[in-house]
Every structure is written in structure tokens, then in C-alpha cells.
């Protein structure tokens, strides 16, 4: 079972991981480096600041998350049976650091990606007073594509790229929507796999 979970755990974090390698290796090919925010001559300090926002940003996803466990509305009932069954048949078992391994891989492969690759560069090459809009809508429906369970939870991806990606241009960092979709997916997973007050007893 424990070898299972860390086949589990390696697979997730090399898929997630590759994400960002291939973000930054076609961000180089193509010169545009995705890593906004991130360079070393940014004082820590400013990108401590931002991760932080990025943190207290994930506060509304997670009282979505609750909100959604606790009043299951048509197609949200079949979502939340569907996400609670297959994020337990990954990782049920699996230890709190290897649970914040899995998300913050998940938090910086896939912001490089879709923000720093797909959402900035789209907006540069475009231009004008369009090109953050069009790299926002592109980069967030590719998000919700990429996370299709069924079409409930494609939406509510999408919806949440379009958070990550506000995030990121308000910010101008990509540590904010880093920090807001790591410790976001952290939490999620816990609720999910660990006993809790605030979770329905059991999957309908």
C-alpha cells in the first residue's frame, strides 16, 4: 500500500514538476522567460511579500471548497463524489510532506505554464490594451481543459484560472498565484484525506 502511494506521489510530482521544466525550456526557445517576479535581483523580501498575498488569496478557494462539500448542488454532487474518489484512490495514505510535495509541484509547474508561459507571453505578443485579456482567457480555459474530470469541474477550473491569472496580473508576480494554488491544493487534499469537523461524514 505505502509503495503504492509513493509510486503515486513520485509519478504526480514528476508529471507536475515536467510541466514547469517544459514551461521555462520553451519560454528560453522562444524569448520569453516565464519565471515573472522570480529573478534574483528581486530583493526576498518583495517576493516573500507576494507569496504571502498569494496565501491569504487562497482563503476564498478554500471557502468555495466547503461551501461545495457542504451543500452539493445537482452537478456538484456528482463532482464532489468523483473528486473524492479518485484523490483518495491516489493518495490516501500519504504523509503531510508528501501531500505539500504534491502540491507545491502542482502550484509551480502549473503557474509557470499557464501564467508565466501561456498568460504573460500570449499578452506580450498580442499587444495593445487586448493582449492581457486574450492571455487570460487562453490561459485559463487551457487550465480548465487540462483538469477536465467531467464538465462541472472544467467550469470551476476554468473559473480558477481566471483567479490565479487576476491574481498574477495584479501582482505582477508569479509567487501569488504560486502560493495561491500550492496551499490551496495542501488544504484540499487534507480535507479530503484526513478526518475533520467541517467535512460530510460520508461520500453520497
Request: charged content about 10%; hydrophobic content about 55%.
Amino acid at each position: 500500500m505505502h509503495s503504492n502511494v509513493a509510486r503515486t506521489v513520485w509519478i504526480a510530482l514528476l508529471f507536475e514538476g515536467g510541466l514547469g521544466v517544459a514551461a521555462l525550456l520553451v519560454g528560453w526557445l522562444v524569448g520569453h522567460w516565464p519565471a515573472i517576479g522570480m529573478r534574483q535581483d528581486i530583493p526576498a523580501r518583495e517576493q516573500l511579500e507576494a507569496a504571502g498575498y498569494g496565501l491569504l488569496a487562497g482563503v476564498p478557494l478554500l471557502v468555495a471548497l466547503l461551501l461545495i462539500d457542504r451543500f452539493p448542488i445537482g452537478p456538484l454532487r456528482r463532482l464532489r463524489v468523483a473528486a473524492q474518489r479518485i484523490i483518495r484512490q491516489m493518495f490516501a495514505g500519504a504523509s503531510y510532506l508528501q501531500l505539500a510535495m504534491v502540491a507545491v509541484a502542482a502550484g509551480v509547474g502549473e503557474e509557470l505554464l499557464f501564467r508565466g508561459l501561456i498568460q504573460e507571453g500570449l499578452s506580450r505578443l498580442i499587444g495593445g490594451p487586448f493582449g492581457p485579456w486574450i492571455g487570460l482567457a487562453v490561459a485559463s480555459i487551457a487550465f480548465g481543459v487540462c483538469h477536465w474530470l467531467n464538465a462541472t469541474y472544467a467550469v470551476l477550473a476554468i473559473l480558477a484560472g481566471v483567479y490565479f491569472g487576476l491574481l498574477f496580473a495584479l501582482s505582477g508576480s508569479l509567487w501569488t498565484p504560486i502560493a495561491a494554488h500550492a496551499g490551496y491544493d495542501f488544504i484540499a487534499l487534507i480535507y479530503v484525506l484526513r478526518p475533520n469537523p467541517w467535512r460530510r461524514p460520508s461520500v453520497e
